[in-house]
């Protein structure tokens, strides 16, 4: 006798059980969607039917969701929203991150200053290149073996901590680098391996910017208490230092204030994520005008696009294009981290109800970094969104830049 086949899970089911496993409670969910509670209580009961693709893509961008499937029960239509494409560099620099030669076959490793100067070099390309991963693709899998064998032939713990804090970095580079590719194992892998790097560097800088990346990974995974633990943690122990710290320990301080803001803002807390913007606005005001931290961005030049960040992940449509015409985008020197700013604007207007400034953002975006595009969830989902509009024009700007991004086939 064959095995029943089981009744397909409705909609509706669906949005309650990953509404509950991101720690949402009804109000907060409505609030976000810009519904009532009455609404999620009628679609999550069955009482109204499936909303429209808008709407869709709305609840899988705050319920993050990362493949529609999940969302929308149908497997014959997957659409990785949150995951990019897997970069043709991804192998290399797997292989790289898993290999660990037995210290005798080691060729001799470079000193940690030589290491700390490639590292820096690699750290500039990115923040110039608009195909920053195949530029940090390319000098990673070398960054990476040399970096391993650095610590594991330093003659003296001095010389350890010092190769131990190079190697945090150069896994914090690789984070970047495997952001949103369809690998999170290796993502978590590499995480774990730059806070004990990290931490067996005893370096406050190496420790917050490896603490800053993994709440990120967290965040990202909607492991919002996983994200306020790590963040919290590294500023109890940063904090204390910040009167007499050098300016890349104030501006990841200042990183991981933010990110707890952040987090704030993805649960729905509008007084703890702007509370939290504020004391990282006066951290940043005791950095040099002409500073940028080289991993995180953080500096006074980027609190306006963190504040378009933050009321646009609270959905506050209104206050999200105010930030967003205040904000001086050409004053962030990075392009990724300029086309990740304007895909924000992006949001912006199109949570606004403005598609058209929204399409030409994105189009500004694609000019700064391709490849920052390609990989942002947020940016597909407002194209895939757009390509179903009304206008014939703005579907045919959507589906010209999907197309360019990949996101469409010719």
């Known amino acids: ?46 009482r109204l039917k499936t909303p429209g693709l808008p709407m869709v893509l709305r609840l899988a961008e705050v319920l993050r969701v990362r493949n529609l499937s999940e969302l929308t029960g149908d497997v014959s239509t997957p659409a990785d929203l949150f995951v990019g494409p897997g970069h043709p560099r991804l192998p290399e620099v797997r292989a790289a991150v898993d290999a660990f030669p037995m210290t005798g076959s080691d060729r001799e490793a470079p000193a940690p200053e030589h290491l700390r100067a ?77 806070m004990v790097a990290a931490q067996e560097s005893e370096d406050p800088h190496a420790f917050g910017t490896a603490a800053w990346l993994t709440a990120e990974a967290h965040r990202d995974a909607a492991h919002y208490d996983g994200a306020d633990g790590v963040t919290r943690a590294a500023l109890a122990y940063l904090e204390p230092q910040l009167a007499d710290a050098d300016n890349n320990v104030r501006a990841i301080a200042g990183s991981l204030q933010v990110a707890a803001g952040f987090t704030a803002a993805r649960r729905g807390d509008t007084g703890t994520a702007w509370g939290w913007w504020d004391k990282a606005d006066r951290t940043a005001g005791q950095l040099p005008k002409s500073y940028y931290h080289p991993v995180t961005s953080f500096s006074r030049a980027i609190m306006g696009a963190h504040a378009v960040t933050f009321a646009v992940e609270l959905h506050a449509g209104g206050e999200s294009v105010r930030q967003a015409t205040k904000a001086d985008a050409q004053g962030i020197p990075s392009r990724p981290r300029r086309a990740r700013h304007r895909i924000e604007e992006a949001r912006a207007y199109h949570l606004d109800g403005k598609s058209e400034a929204a399409l030409e953002t994105l189009a500004k975006a694609h000019e700064n970094a391709p490849e920052t595009l390609a990989y942002n969830g947020y940016a597909r989902r407002i194209l895939l969104e757009e390509t179903e509009a009304k206008a014939p024009e703005r579907r045919r700007r959507a589906s010209e830049l999907a197309v360019r991004m990949g996101v469409l086939g010719a």
């Open 118 to 194: 490639r590292l820096a070099r690699a750290w500039a390309a990115r923040h110039s290149a608009p195909n920053h991963r195949e530029v940090v693709g390319q000098l990673l899998p070398g960054l990476i073996r040399d970096a391993q064998a650095a610590a594991r032939q330093a003659p003296t713990a001095p010389d350890r901590r010092r190769a131990q804090a190079v190697l945090a970095e150069v896994y914090s580079l690789s984070q970047f680098f495997l952001a949103y590719q369809p690998d999170s194992a290796l993502l978590w892998r590499v995480a774990e391996r730059g």
């Open 1 to 46: 006798m064959s095995e029943p086949t089981p009744e397909p899970v409705a909609f509706g089911e669906r949005v309650r059980v990953l509404r509950t496993r991101r720690g949402m409670s009804q109000v907060i969910l409505a609030g976000l969607l810009g519904k009532s509670p009455s609404w999620v209580k009628a679609i999550e009961g069955g």
